[in-house]
């Protein structure tokens, strides 16, 4: 008998130490993968009917579900959660409407599991193609986002994959409800329930359990805040794929049009603070910063964003008449995602400044240059070492639904696997088909 693994060993010994929780998230794990393969045998019309169907269960059950999200905005309220978490938590009858639309969007989306990526006849007549499967099971930890129960629940069913579902406990009643709306949905068709697994009573320690579960969950996917996508990242002996936080930068050059950079400076800050992709840092050319800078920070003071200005900034705001309350910047304020009504502002001497502070401070999220010179757009393009990168755009666009995607699992923002918002392709893998006729290797 071999000795176990390093890997084995860690997870006896949890299993030892926390039996209870250790042994439901593996039963858990271990339903879902057995369901899985039940996927690979359903035609595309047949996965696209089931979520045509859940988005209409989830229509009819959105009193229900609104009524859960009441109890956790009600917690919510009493631990004093921060506005731009408690916009992510909080669900009406519209946006469980929005939601229901993101599985209708993915169900007329091309099905990818069967797709040749390539493929060629060789020499000795094999017939050799590389075609897309399922992960297999994909993990999901999550917080206060009951939209991404959804969104995970339906891309994993058109992508072939099973999916367990860690959506914390300040949005457990939504998710509860939501789960077992999707689940019922299933057993309608015949399918099993334990496709979609809810692992939330299981608490912190139910995610240790998942990041321990290697051989039954095939990829863990974090998203949230940077605590809990490092935690996931540095500790997981499941794979992760890391979908990191948004400090995002809109650069605006020395060409830029400044109605036209007006416009998408405060639609990136103020049309939904609470998510990834709103602006965060806003660096404007010395050349124009004396008359830009009013222009763009009037109608942010005027939606009550709370301005962190370098000294620069705050001067030539001084002399323009702005007398709001400006905060100094510091370095903290570089780093920050404030998911909040709050914005950092720099004046940069350059182009090349501008780069030189992204680099520094960006997450890897989005980007945006406002620019009309060609060169500055083409070069900003280029070096901008980023998931996502823009001209002329607001960052709010950095989604999946817009790109497109029907929905997304997250916006990654490693470079292996996937990159950027991560649709459907994404969600799988490839594995090598050959094909014969008695050929045996010389």
């Avoid at 593996?26 to 859940?54: C, G, H, I, S």
């Avoid at 519209?94 to 989306?109: C, H, N, P």
């Avoid at 998710?175 to 949905?185: E, Q, S």
């Avoid at 299933?186 to 809810?198: N, R, T």
Wanted: aromatic fraction near 2%.
């Amino acid at each position: 008998m071999t000795a176990p693994t390093r890997i084995d060993a860690r997870t006896e010994q949890a299993a030892e130490e926390r039996p209870d929780v250790e042994t439901a998230v593996r039963a858990a794990a271990r339903a879902a993968k057995d369901a899985q393969p039940q996927l690979a045998r359903l035609y595309p019309e047949t996965k696209n009917a089931v979520l045509e169907a859940m988005a209409d269960a989830l229509v009819a059950s959105a009193a229900e579900i609104v009524a859960a999200n009441a109890k956790d905005l009600e917690r919510a309220d009493a631990s004093g959660m921060d506005p731009g978490l408690r916009d992510r938590l909080a669900l009406d009858e519209d946006r469980v409407a929005a939601i229901a639309q993101q599985l209708r969007d993915a169900a007329a989306l091309p099905d990818p599991v069967g797709e040749i990526i390539r493929g060629s006849v060789l020499r000795n007549g094999l017939e050799l193609r590389e075609v897309r499967v399922p992960l297999g099971v994909i993990g999901m930890v999550y917080e206060a986002r009951p939209n991404v129960t959804v969104d995970a629940a339906g891309l994993s069913l058109k992508s072939g994959n099973a999916v367990v579902l860690r959506g914390g406990s300040a949005a457990l009643h939504s998710n509860t409800a939501l789960i077992a709306v999707l689940r019922r949905v299933l057993a309608e068709h015949d399918l099993p329930e334990d496709l979609i697994i809810g692992i939330d009573e299981h608490g912190r320690e139910g995610v240790d359990a998942l990041m321990r579960a290697r051989g039954l969950v095939d990829v863990l996917i974090p998203r949230g805040g940077e605590g809990l996508i490092r935690r996931v990242v540095e500790n997981s002996l499941v794979p992760a794929i890391e979908t990191g936080t948004g400090n995002t930068h809109v650069f605006v050059d020395a060409s830029a049009d400044l109605e036209q950079a007006t416009a998408i400076v405060v639609n990136a800050k103020t049309q939904r603070v609470g998510v990834c992709n709103s602006l965060e840092t806003l660096l404007v050319h010395r050349s124009i910063a004396g008359e830009a800078l009013p222009r763009l920070v009037a109608p942010l003071l005027e939606a009550g964003v709370r301005i962190h200005a370098d000294d620069t900034a705050r001067a030539l705001l001084a002399e323009a008449g702005v007398e709001a309350e400006l905060e100094a910047a510091t370095e903290k304020d570089w780093e920050t995602e404030y998911l909040a009504l709050e914005i950092a502002i720099r004046v940069v001497d350059d182009l090349d400044a501008a780069l030189e502070h992204i680099r520094t401070y960006s997450s890897g999220h989005t980007e945006s240059i406002l620019t009309r010179d060609l060169a500055s757009q083409q070069r900003f393009l280029a070096e901008v070492d980023s998931a996502v990168v823009m001209a002329n755009a607001s960052t709010r666009f950095s989604d999946g639904s817009e790109f497109g995607f029907g929905a997304e699992i997250g916006i990654s923002t490693q470079k292996l696997h996937a990159r950027g918002p991560m649709g459907l392709p994404e969600m799988t893998t490839g594995k090598w088909v050959v094909v014969g006729q008695g050929h045996v290797r010389p």
